[in-house]
């Protein structure tokens, strides 16, 4: 790890300082531009992904959902401003009257149940979003103009949680442009609209939104996938917002007189491990519980935290779940760094000093912090003797990663993601989305011990929130010894921006633009 201090860190530091970039000019007090790594794979279709990155930033001021999810984890009202449980499985949820789309039409429960619908189609169940959805909604029923009852396969005590992950979109424009249309130029309610071209993208206000804009009349969205030149691109005062930077960059941010915003993500870091593939258990030494466990304490965890985010900016990850999400349990220790434990494992499993044990990982690297710390479990795991190596891969495209995560066909080892619990702020999703036989309706996971569904089956209908977070907590150190990921940190979400905005802040990475005062440069 002290490699990776003294040579990483400052050679991104130095591409930084040297990399040229030529953006346009902001125009105004009034416009921002906003740097990101990418779109979402379906750039305006928000079908194509989770209310989460890297589609947020551009979607959140674009589209709104059902509900919020407040700083304290609780469900807030958007679209609709109350709910009730009427039955186990059915939710009944009031929505808000008098809000519209950008193209005039209400946003009521007919768009609800529009939206909704296209997931049982035929181009609609292909989307992530309809993969993960239809877990949650078995059918919904619209009450009347402003009421829509949503029935749950089974009971779902945080199915209002849940709601704030699905876009609403305006019925009849979809029904007339398909996902060709809204992919370019999608219809929302939100305070602002949007145009996609190849490169960006460009929102302007939406005069018939709820939602005021206080300073912010245009929002230039470039992608720049390469860290250097999105940092390079704020210190020269090209862009207003760096959505994603790592710890060695804020001191250069700093350094340039702009600003740096950090608080604890909802994600954690980790390398999935494939143990399941194609529908069954995989033909991998990752089907060996041992050698699971051999490679989480292969990997120093604490140095990484402290060598690659300063000591200031991560933690080492124990579990699942982390402080602010329900269901965190603090009594669980997790893997320590012990390499000799790990040897010991692996001899077990039949790989004496990692001796014939592959381990190929795919993952998206276009982000530093994930980048860093993947090169960095990577190499601990290699100084074991496990011919371990790290393979860069795009989100989307053919044999890329989403298509893998949909499909559940992934042909190595290992691929980067941790768990990302944005949608919910509830280690249920772990187990609904992420390590479990739940995963995409049981047809995609990357590890499934049927012994384990009883329990989460109970935990995810548990109504009563005292025993539901018990039930997490034990589920989550059922699933840390089980060990289906090697964890590595809990990190804070870092985004750079000009001093001009006076009032930045996200939560769950939704940046809101429209609440922002912005002074002239």
């Given at each position: 790890m002290n490699l990776i201090k003294k040579h990483v860190?400052?050679?991104?530091?130095?591409?930084?300082?040297?990399?040229?970039?030529?953006l346009p000019q902001t125009a105004s007090s009034e416009e921002l531009t906003v740097a990101l790594r990418m779109f979402g794979a379906g750039k305006g279709n928000p079908f194509s992904g989770c209310n989460c990155t890297p589609g947020v930033f551009a979607w959140s001021p674009v589209f709104e959902t059902l509900t919020t999810i407040k700083e304290d984890g609780s469900p807030g009202p958007m679209l609709a401003d109350r709910w009730e449980a009427i039955e186990p499985t059915r939710w009944r949820f009031h929505m808000v009257k008098g809000n519209v789309f950008s193209n005039g039409e209400p946003v009521d429960a007919h768009s609800v149940k529009a939206t909704f619908d296209f997931w049982w189609t035929d181009a609609g169940g292909v989307f992530s979003q309809a993969k993960t959805m239809k877990?949650?909604?078995?059918?919904?029923?619209?009450?009347d103009d402003y009421t829509i009852d949503i029935i749950t396969a089974t009971p779902n005590p945080i199915l209002p949680v849940n709601m704030r992950d699905p876009a609403i979109v305006a019925g009849k424009d979809f029904a007339d442009r398909g996902i060709e249309g809204i992919t370019k130029e999608p219809v929302g309610s939100g305070p602002y609209t949007i145009k996609f071209t190849e490169e960006d993208a460009v929102a302007v206000p939406n005069p018939l939104s709820k939602r005021k804009i206080t300073s912010v009349d245009k929002i230039k969205f470039l992608v720049l996938p390469e860290a250097p030149a999105r940092t390079q691109a704020l210190v020269s005062g090209q862009i207003d917002i760096n959505s994603a930077i790592s710890p060695d960059e804020a001191a250069t941010i700093e350094a340039a007189g702009m600003k740096v915003y950090a608080r604890p993500s909802s994600r954690n870091m980790g390398i999935t491990l494939v143990s399941y593939r194609n529908g069954g258990p995989a033909d991998s030494?990752?089907?060996?519980?041992?050698?699971?466990?051999?490679?989480?304490?292969?990997?120093?965890?604490?140095?990484?935290?402290?060598?690659?985010?300063?000591?200031?900016?991560?933690?080492?990850?124990?579990?699942?779940?982390?402080?602010?999400?329900?269901?965190y349990n603090p009594a669980i220790v997790g893997y320590p760094y012990n390499p000799e434990k790990a040897l010991q494992l692996l001899a077990e499993a039949g790989f004496p000093n990692g001796k014939g044990l592959k381990f190929e990982v795919h993952a998206?690297?276009?982000?530093?912090n994930f980048k860093n710390a993947y090169e960095a479990a990577i190499q601990d795991i290699k100084s074991l003797g496990v011919d371990a190596t790290l393979l860069a891969q795009q989100f989307a495209g053919t044999g890329q990663w989403l298509e893998h995560w949909l499909k559940g066909d992934w042909p190595y080892e290992g691929f980067g993601i941790g768990f990302d619990l944005t949608a919910t702020m509830d280690a249920g999703r772990v187990w609904e989305v992420f390590a479990s036989c739940l995963k995409h309706g049981g047809k995609a996971p990357y590890f499934c011990d049927q012994d384990d569904m009883p329990m989460i089956s109970a935990a995810l209908k548990e109504f009563d929130p005292a025993k539901r977070l018990k039930m997490l907590q034990d589920l989550?150190?059922?699933?840390?010894?089980k060990a289906p990921i090697i964890f590595l940190v809990e990190f804070d979400e870092m985004m750079g921006y000009n001093p001009r905005i006076k009032n930045f802040s996200h939560h769950l990475l939704q940046i809101p633009y429209e609440k922002f005062e912005v002074s002239a440069r």
């Amino acid at each position: 790890m002290n490699l990776i201090k003294k040579h990483v860190l400052p050679l991104v530091g130095a591409a930084v300082l040297s990399l040229s970039v030529v953006l346009p000019q902001t125009a105004s007090s009034e416009e921002l531009t906003v740097a990101l790594r990418m779109f979402g794979a379906g750039k305006g279709n928000p079908f194509s992904g989770c209310n989460c990155t890297p589609g947020v930033f551009a979607w959140s001021p674009v589209f709104e959902t059902l509900t919020t999810i407040k700083e304290d984890g609780s469900p807030g009202p958007m679209l609709a401003d109350r709910w009730e449980a009427i039955e186990p499985t059915r939710w009944r949820f009031h929505m808000v009257k008098g809000n519209v789309f950008s193209n005039g039409e209400p946003v009521d429960a007919h768009s609800v149940k529009a939206t909704f619908d296209f997931w049982w189609t035929d181009a609609g169940g292909v989307f992530s979003q309809a993969k993960t959805m239809k877990g949650y909604v078995a059918s919904v029923e619209v009450v009347d103009d402003y009421t829509i009852d949503i029935i749950t396969a089974t009971p779902n005590p945080i199915l209002p949680v849940n709601m704030r992950d699905p876009a609403i979109v305006a019925g009849k424009d979809f029904a007339d442009r398909g996902i060709e249309g809204i992919t370019k130029e999608p219809v929302g309610s939100g305070p602002y609209t949007i145009k996609f071209t190849e490169e960006d993208a460009v929102a302007v206000p939406n005069p018939l939104s709820k939602r005021k804009i206080t300073s912010v009349d245009k929002i230039k969205f470039l992608v720049l996938p390469e860290a250097p030149a999105r940092t390079q691109a704020l210190v020269s005062g090209q862009i207003d917002i760096n959505s994603a930077i790592s710890p060695d960059e804020a001191a250069t941010i700093e350094a340039a007189g702009m600003k740096v915003y950090a608080r604890p993500s909802s994600r954690n870091m980790g390398i999935t491990l494939v143990s399941y593939r194609n529908g069954g258990p995989a033909d991998s030494p990752m089907s060996d519980v041992r050698v699971r466990q051999a490679l989480n304490y292969a990997v120093n965890k604490t140095a990484i935290a402290e060598a690659l985010f300063l000591g200031k900016y991560a933690r080492p990850s124990t579990q699942p779940a982390f402080p602010g999400i329900n269901g965190y349990n603090p009594a669980i220790v997790g893997y320590p760094y012990n390499p000799e434990k790990a040897l010991q494992l692996l001899a077990e499993a039949g790989f004496p000093n990692g001796k014939g044990l592959k381990f190929e990982v795919h993952a998206i690297v276009n982000d530093e912090n994930f980048k860093n710390a993947y090169e960095a479990a990577i190499q601990d795991i290699k100084s074991l003797g496990v011919d371990a190596t790290l393979l860069a891969q795009q989100f989307a495209g053919t044999g890329q990663w989403l298509e893998h995560w949909l499909k559940g066909d992934w042909p190595y080892e290992g691929f980067g993601i941790g768990f990302d619990l944005t949608a919910t702020m509830d280690a249920g999703r772990v187990w609904e989305v992420f390590a479990s036989c739940l995963k995409h309706g049981g047809k995609a996971p990357y590890f499934c011990d049927q012994d384990d569904m009883p329990m989460i089956s109970a935990a995810l209908k548990e109504f009563d929130p005292a025993k539901r977070l018990k039930m997490l907590q034990d589920l989550g150190r059922i699933t840390t010894e089980k060990a289906p990921i090697i964890f590595l940190v809990e990190f804070d979400e870092m985004m750079g921006y000009n001093p001009r905005i006076k009032n930045f802040s996200h939560h769950l990475l939704q940046i809101p633009y429209e609440k922002f005062e912005v002074s002239a440069r």
